[in-house]
């Protein structure tokens, strides 16, 4: 394609995408050290500081087209020796704008942005001079490919983020990462960046790995980086230094490599979505070293994605957690929020002195526990400072940090000593209201009066705790997921009194401990534990009706999940699990069902329905003889459809209570507190592509075009 169609390529899609914040490509000139000769340096910069990354939308690769005519030029009349690709501080480039791919329509339209950013990158190797990649900072997807169009890539021992993250969106690396990367490094290392890595919840490289893996053929220190690499560059110029690059292997290990893609992609989505699976084919199509077929496979790929509904799902993802999390729907507004200068925490169990590591490394002010006896103090506050501990030796804090928040954690049977200065309170007791209410009338009686009382129930009414207390308003639902410092969710619950000021407090403290938070609103076991129990309280109903475990189990394999139905309820404490049921059974009886089976599996003391003697989770024979079935045996097609109609059924009645403000809200929360799957939206998307919302509701649950392509 000339430099002509793909600058009217670019003109057409960049009239689709009136509001792309567009990157520009400045060209400088300089003269090399050590007489190497003249040098074009491309700097990719959007005018904004590191806090808006560039990106690459369809102005912002015709700006980098035009750099390259003028310097495809120079090079062609002997001006120049060669050419460097650079970004703005901190920023290489993060890739494409998902804004624009948003507002694609037409498969067409989709097929030419791939085509576009193709026909730009390809010229970066078509120059009659050598390319060099300067990555100084962040560069992920579009950003990284663009380098890998180069001769030459240098990085920076500085860069905290390097990835090609499209799998984990829906995508697939569509302007040369599929084609070009295993050709440099091999295809093993290939997968595990594009494909293990991508669904390993987007994990980044840093830059030492970066060259340890071979995509960088030197590394530098960030201070002086790009007077490093340009001395670097004269002396591959000057051939004083020769690159070299490990030998491919393009037999049986590229094969290899492939299925141990798959195994991984069959593992974490379970065939259910399909960018991982188009990834590893043009992977594997790569092996006989034919770029241009690899780039046109990336293109159709990348086309077809675009118009599917799981990309829309997985950006729906991206925006949720990284926009909507910013901005919490109905929270009050943020100045009513009183400073917080010290912390308790009633009880010192696990949940208690995970908490109290939390508040501790995120607040860093005073934080004591409290408990019925020395001893258990005594082992929370020692939790705490083994924590500390392991937090030193791994490097992540000094000696003199590790010296400040030991001597800010401490523990004390008085709660009047331990909580007169206290300006949020929290407790993480047993669960059972006449316990929680107990708590809170002897913390109220010795808390400031501006002081918060929070709750860290999973299913309680906040509204019931709070309702002996002289100041209901200042009592807040406060529920962290576990593992408390990995998942981020955080549900705000409203009880009936809650004053705007203590919701405000709580929002703020949420905001510091860096979680997303969620309003609800006081109704039964919250968001994610009411959604959840009713999705497993169908799984244990088909298993108690008949249905063998193993097809209950493999039915609900097509969502793809972090893991199965019966193995979370294991991470949970069948106990637990057994308990909210029963909450909620008594809240609404005649949708939420108790287990006869997993009553029985509680009472006998097991920790779960599986051994794992092989290594693979296997029903415990001790469980199976303890079950008792009945005759009805339904396949798994029908367990999915009756699984996912009971959660359909579910958060629609939620949305009718208005426990959150939108679907959104639910989506987040199942993301952000329960692992499901970006590329399912959470859920509402699904269930509306799946067409289970219209079977059950009558309606979708999202507009169309918000996890969906536009009508």
Not at 227 to 240: C, D, F, Y
Not at 359 to 383: A, C, H, N, S, W
């Amino acid at each position: 394609m000339s430099t002509t169609n793909t600058a009217e390529l670019l003109k057409g899609a960049a009239e689709l995408f009136p509001d792309e914040v567009v990157t520009s490509a400045h060209v400088r000139h300089l003269d090399l050290p050590y007489g190497a000769g003249k040098f074009a340096l491309i700097t990719l910069d959007n005018g904004f500081d590191h806090t808006k990354p560039t990106t690459f939308g369809p102005g912002s690769l015709a700006n980098l087209n035009a750099a390259l005519d003028q310097v495809e030029k120079e090079a062609a009349d002997g001006d120049i020796v060669g050419v460097g690709l650079t970004g703005k501080p901190f920023i290489f480039a993060v890739g494409a704008d998902l804004k624009g791919v948003e507002l694609l329509k037409r498969h067409e339209d989709a097929l030419a942005i791939g085509k576009g950013g193709h026909e730009v990158f390809k010229r970066l190797s078509a120059l009659a001079v050598p390319s060099f990649a300067y990555y100084n900072g962040a560069a992920m997807g579009g950003g990284v490919e663009a380098g890998l169009h180069c001769s030459y890539r240098t990085v920076s021992k500085a860069l905290p983020a390097f990835s090609l993250p499209e799998v984990f969106l829906g995508l697939v690396p569509g302007w040369g990462g599929c084609a070009l990367l295993p050709n440099l490094i091999g295809a093993d290392k290939a997968v595990s960046v594009i494909i293990e890595n991508s669904l390993n919840q987007n994990k980044q490289l840093k830059g030492q790995q970066v060259f340890d893996l071979g995509i960088a053929d030197a590394i530098f220190e960030g201070a002086d980086f790009l007077e490093q690499s340009l001395i670097w560059t004269a002396h591959v110029l000057k051939g004083e230094v020769t690159v070299e690059r490990a030998e491919i292997d393009r037999d049986e290990a590229w094969d290899q490599a492939v299925a141990k893609g798959r195994f991984i992609a069959d593992g974490k989505v379970h065939g259910a979505a399909p960018a991982a699976y188009r990834a590893l084919d043009i992977i594997a199509a790569a092996k006989s070293g034919d770029l241009q077929a690899g780039f046109d496979a990336e293109d159709q790929a990348l086309a077809d994605l675009i118009m599917g509904g799981e990309l829309r799902a997985g950006i729906y993802s991206f925006n949720l957690v990284q926009k909507r999390a910013k901005r919490p729907a109905g929270a009050p507004d943020k100045k009513l929020a009183r400073p917080v200068s010290k912390v308790g925490v009633v009880g010192a169990g696990l949940m208690a002195s995970q908490l109290a590591l939390l508040f501790l490394r995120r607040l860093e002010v005073p934080v004591v526990l409290t408990d019925i006896d020395q001893e258990r103090v005594d082992k929370g506050v020692g939790y705490v400072h083994a924590e500390i501990d392991k937090l030193l030796g791994k490097g992540r804090i000094n000696q003199d940090k590790a010296n400040r928040l030991k001597a800010l954690v401490s523990g004390v049977l008085d709660k009047a000593e331990g909580f007169s200065d206290a300006d949020f309170i929290i407790e993480a007791v047993f669960e059972e209201i006449g316990v929680k209410q107990q708590v809170f009338a002897e913390v109220e009686a010795v808390a400031p009066a501006h002081a918060i009382l929070a709750t860290n129930t999973s299913s309680l009414s906040v509204t019931e705790m709070a309702s002996k207390l002289k100041h209901p308003e200042r009592v807040v639902g406060f529920h962290f997921f576990n593992p408390v410092a990995i998942l981020p969710l955080l549900e705000i619950v409203r009880g009936e009194q809650t004053d705007d000021a203590s919701l405000a407090t709580a929002f703020g403290v949420a905001k510091t401990l860096k979680k997303t938070a969620v309003l609800v609103k006081d109704a039964p076991a919250f968001v994610v534990n009411r959604i959840l129990t009713r999705f497993m309280g169908e799984i244990q109903n088909v298993i108690d009706e008949g249905t063998p475990v193993e097809v209950a189990e493999k039915a609900i394999e097509p969502l793809g999940l972090p893991m199965s139905p019966l193995v979370l309820l294991e991470l949970v404490g069948p106990a637990i699990g057994l308990h909210v049921s029963e909450t909620l059974n008594r809240a609404f009886p005649d949708r939420f069902t108790v287990s006869p089976n997993l009553k029985a599996v509680v009472e006998a003391g097991k920790r779960g329905f599986y051994v794992y003697d092989s290594g693979k989770p296997e029903l415990d024979p001790e469980v199976a003889a303890l079950l008792k079935q009945g005759d009805s045996v339904l396949t798994e097609e029908q367990v999915r459809d009756r699984v996912l109609d009971a959660v359909a059924q579910e958060i629609g009645l939620m949305l009718d209570e208005g426990v959150v403000a939108e679907a959104q809200d639910i989506d987040l929360c199942l993301i952000t507190g329960a692992g499901w799957p970006f590329h399912l939206g959470g859920i509402t998307p699904y269930l509306d592509r799946a067409g289970v919302s219209e079977r059950v509701r009558g309606k979708k649950f999202l507009a169309p075009g918000i996890a969906s392509v536009p009508a």
